[in-house]
């Protein structure tokens, strides 16, 4: 309708704005369809945005994207379904239950009986930020981060769930553990949770 | 019998790392692109020994360091304008040198620059992670920093030696910016301020990023938060201290400070090279 909303970053990038993570995946989907009519290197969604590095002129490709038509919603799971194993004993579960005024079960089903969505990674190579949570359910950072937080720790934050791909500190809530290798280097996709696959915790 | 491709680090000085171009291209699964902070120095290095641009040499730091080669290469110096001897004797930075079997090579302090370029004919050989050598000090991906005895492997020569090429020196001085992408978040007073304005280059700097003190770049609105966006190379991100950092290779993906410009790509080796106390100065296009 209005096309897309486009802020010049520098002479070779330039920053998709979307109202949230629905929009930031429609248009993410929609960037990476249509990437041969792009130049970028990187195509990188977060929050509220999604950014294309790498192009030869920044001001060209702005006015290219206000061109487009409004990204269609995407409604399907499309990508990948990853299913990751969880045993659910992390040592903020009842932090987390005592934020939601819920039982420590209560969380490992609401978790476990989420379809959650890969919105971006960050943070650390892997780490995926998942969204899928129901709005009422934001959490709490730690007031102190740990020093380290092993990995494979499944984890809550805002509105988020993640898990830690490697060993790092961290503030996120731990409510579990996973045996899945996220991160793999060595591969050609080193991420298991890469942006817009869908993930699903199972307990046991 | 031929001696081994091996390069050993008699002094890896105050931080010495593997680098080549880095590994853009994987910024969507949180992997920083790292690689050279002056790639255009070590670009010139690879040409000078004979190998392909994107081969791998060494960053060093501030200090120099020494290395101690088995076989007989030529290498180059290049980056920082330092002093280079091999085995005791001068020889000339930004130009292919022979370097005998058996022989060290040591970079001495740069008087002006921040961080030189050692390449090897061949190129240093470490297997590769996501396609690049480099070492990302933020992720950890990539060889570990240096250590005094460590040893590199070295890869057959590619070719000749291309001998000498006009050399460019780092130059000090004035940064151009391009206003954005947030720079809505900022008083019109420090965004006018901003143009002109000097910053004194802190200790605290690293491939991650060039941290500065000067004129605080004051928020609009103190408190607000920006929902998490990607960043990119040269972005001058402002914390709520005002005191802005410019991001050099090993940056973040993504952050949740607003980025007010970004530094234009041929200004930006004047950040990766300045040093501690080092002085930078903005203009705003």
Request: overall charge negative; hydrophobic content about 40%.
């Amino acid at each position: 309708m209005t096309g897309m909303q486009v802020r010049v970053v520098g002479d070779h990038a330039v920053l998709v704005e979307c109202a949230g993570h629905d929009e930031v995946a429609a248009a993410y989907s929609l960037l990476i369809e249509r990437r041969a009519d792009l130049d970028a290197i990187d195509i990188v969604p977060a929050a509220r945005t999604v950014l294309l590095d790498g192009l030869r002129d920044a001001r060209a490709t702005g006015d290219l994207l206000r061109g487009w038509p409004d990204p269609a919603p995407v409604t399907a799971i499309t990508g990948t379904v990853v299913e990751v194993p969880v045993t659910y004993d992390g040592d903020d579960l009842d932090e987390v239950a005592r934020q939601w005024d819920v039982t420590t079960a209560d969380v490992v089903r609401l978790h476990s009986s989420t379809t959650f969505t890969v919105a971006f990674c960050g943070f650390a190579p892997g780490f995926a930020y998942c969204t899928g949570l129901p709005a009422d359910r934001g959490v709490a950072r730690r007031a102190e981060p740990r020093t380290r937080v092993p990995a494979g720790s499944v984890a809550l934050a805002g509105e988020y769930t993640a898990v830690y791909p490697t060993a790092s500190p961290g503030g996120w809530q731990l409510i579990g553990r996973t045996k899945l290798e996220l991160w793999r280097p060595e591969r050609d996709d080193p991420a298991l949770l890469a942006p817009g696959t869908t993930v699903r915790f199972v307990d046991g | 019998m031929a001696e081994p491709r091996v390069l050993r680090i008699e002094d890896a000085g105050m931080l010495t790392t593997v680098q080549d171009l880095g590994r853009p291209g994987h910024a969507h699964l949180g992997v920083p692109r790292s690689g050279a902070v002056d790639p255009d120095a070590l670009r010139l290095g690879n040409r000078l020994v004979g190998n392909p641009e994107s081969a791998a040499g060494l960053e060093t730091t501030a200090t120099g360091g020494a290395f101690g080669f088995a076989h007989a290469v030529a290498i180059a110096v290049t980056g920082a304008q330092c002093e280079v001897r091999v085995d005791g004797r001068a020889v000339a930075w930004g130009a292919a040198v022979p370097v005998p079997a058996g022989s060290v090579v040591r970079l001495g302090r740069a008087p002006s620059g921040l961080r030189a370029y050692l390449t090897v004919s061949g190129g240093i050989t470490v297997p590769p992670v996501l396609g690049s050598r480099a070492t990302d000090l933020l992720s950890g991906l990539g060889p570990a920093p240096l250590r005094d005895g460590d040893e590199l492997p070295v890869g057959p020569p590619f070719g000749e030696p291309s001998g000498s090429e006009a050399v460019g020196r780092p130059r000090p001085g004035t940064v151009e910016l391009v206003l954005g992408p947030r720079h809505d978040w900022f008083t019109e007073r420090s965004l006018r301020a901003l143009d002109g304005a000097t910053y004194e280059v802190l200790p605290a700097s690293n491939r991650i990023g060039v941290r500065l003190g000067g004129p605080a770049i004051e928020w609009l609105r103190p408190g607000e938060e920006l929902a998490s966006e990607p960043m990119v190379l040269g972005a001058l991100q402002v914390p709520p201290n005002g005191q802005p950092v410019v991001f050099l290779h090993d940056h973040p993906t993504t952050g949740g400070y607003p980025v007010v410009a970004v530094v234009r790509p041929d200004d930006l080796v004047v950040c990766a090279q300045a040093a501690p106390g080092d002085r930078i100065r903005f203009r705003v296009r």
